[in-house]
Structures are given as C-alpha cells and as structure tokens.
C-alpha cells in the first residue's frame, strides 16, 4: 500500500532535509540526533512533566485550605440557620441589646438609634472589638450591617456603622 502523496512544497522540503542527512558524516548523524533527543528531551519535561510535578507539589496546600474555607463557610451557614430559626425580637428588647452592646465599649462608639435603624459611630476600636460587637449585635438585637465608612488608623478603626433593627434576621 503506498503512501499518500505530500504536497509538493512539502515533498521538496523532505527531499532537501534527506539529501542533507545523506550528506552528514556518520560523527554529524550522531551528534545531530543526539542534538534532536536532546530537544525533545526539554520540550518533554516543559510540557508534560514539569507542569505535572508542580500541581502535585501545589495541590495539597491547597486542598488544605480549601477544606478549611469549606468548613468556615459550613459553619456561618450553621450560624445563619440558628438566627433565622431564633425568635424575632421586638424593636423596645433590639435596642436595649444595642445600648448594651455600644456601652462596653466605653468611648470608642456613640449609639444613636433612628427608628429601625441604628448608627454607630466609633473611633479607634480594634478590630477584634469591632468584629465581637457586630456579633453581638447580629445575634442579640438581630441587627444587620447596611452600610460601613470605616478607616483604619493607627489607633484602629474610626467611622460610622448603620445597622438595620427590627424586620427578618
């Protein structure tokens, strides 16, 4: 069975490259080939071992935290199930929990509630504080951060918070 035939273009370029070859002393063949596995030797591990070895290098430190994200999203969704099976909470007992909540933090934040909705200006509260207090907040006076203008300083956070009261949690 022959072969098909190759364009003529290309059957000229295999003729050129064979006479070439033919041409080369047996030392040049050699040296030639071992040029051409060479090559291909590198082209092998570029495109097909290196990227390999990297993704198992990687993967694990990132499943590791992966999981861990999972697990952190699993556990607000537990913490979000729990609030909306919570009792609501009349507007009189949101703000009374807000008024306490606002107080432990002495100084640093200013409470002044406007019908269903709260606004909390604070000034150099650390981030621990602030993320304790809006927990709090979320889950004794079911209030819900609307809107945030906060900057960080070099004492902590300074700005206003306005947190929506009353209505589904």
Known sequence: MNAPA?????AELRLRASTWWRALSLRDRRLAT???VAVAAVLLWGLAVQPALRTLREAPPELERLDAESQQMKLLA???RTLRSAPP???TQAAAALKAAAARLNDK???ALQGERATVTLS????????SFLAEARSSARARPIEAQLV???KGYDGTLILAIG???
């Open 124 to 131: 150099g509260i650390d981030g621990a504080t602030l993320r």
């Open 167 to 169: 209505g589904p949690p």
């Open 109 to 111: 934040a200013r409470l």
């Open 78 to 80: 537990a913490e979000s």
């Open 152 to 154: 960080r300083g070099p």
């Open 6 to 10: 190759l364009p003529v273009p290309l």
């Open 89 to 91: 909470v009349t507007p």
């Open 34 to 36: 071992l040029a051409g």
